[in-house]
């Protein structure tokens, strides 16, 4: 079974945190990262590009990240639960979309082989 599935998302004000999930079945968590992206709310990838974030590799654990994001969004796992976290801290409003999380099996973690469905976060200022 292949899926990737988020969660957390809601909405938040300026300066705020939010931690998304982004769970996985066996198969999926065997890929070589997963990385986070950010899509325009209300927009197919097929319109416009998502906006990678970043990624973790998911055999040593090591996080690579946008300078976008960098030292406000933390990304981490927990093997047992096949489940990766994106921790968001001091939240802007152009932070606000659909946050998807993706698999690279085993190439670069924006080449991405599988997507979940997404998760809304709205950020007011």
């Known amino acids: 079974q292949v899926f990737l599935r988020e969660s957390g998302g809601g909405s938040v004000q300026a300066g705020g945190s939010l931690k998304l999930s982004c769970t996985t079945s066996?198969?999926?968590?065997?890929?070589?990262?997963i990385g986070w992206f950010r899509q325009v709310a209300g927009k197919e990838r097929e319109e416009v590009a998502p906006i990678y974030l970043g990624a973790i590799y998911l055999g040593d654990g090591s996080t690579d990240y946008d300078d976008s994001v960098k030292g406000r969004f933390t990304i981490s796992q927990d093997k047992a639960k096949n489940t990766v976290y994106l921790q968001m801290t001091t939240l802007k409003a152009d932070d606000s979309g659909m946050y998807l999380c993706?698999?690279?099996?085993?190439?670069?973690?924006?080449?991405?082989?599988?997507w979940g469905q997404g998760t809304l976060v709205t950020v007011s200022s």
């Open positions: 066996d198969y999926i968590y065997a890929s070589n990262c």
């Open positions: 993706a698999a690279a099996y085993d190439g670069d973690c924006d080449d991405v082989d599988a």
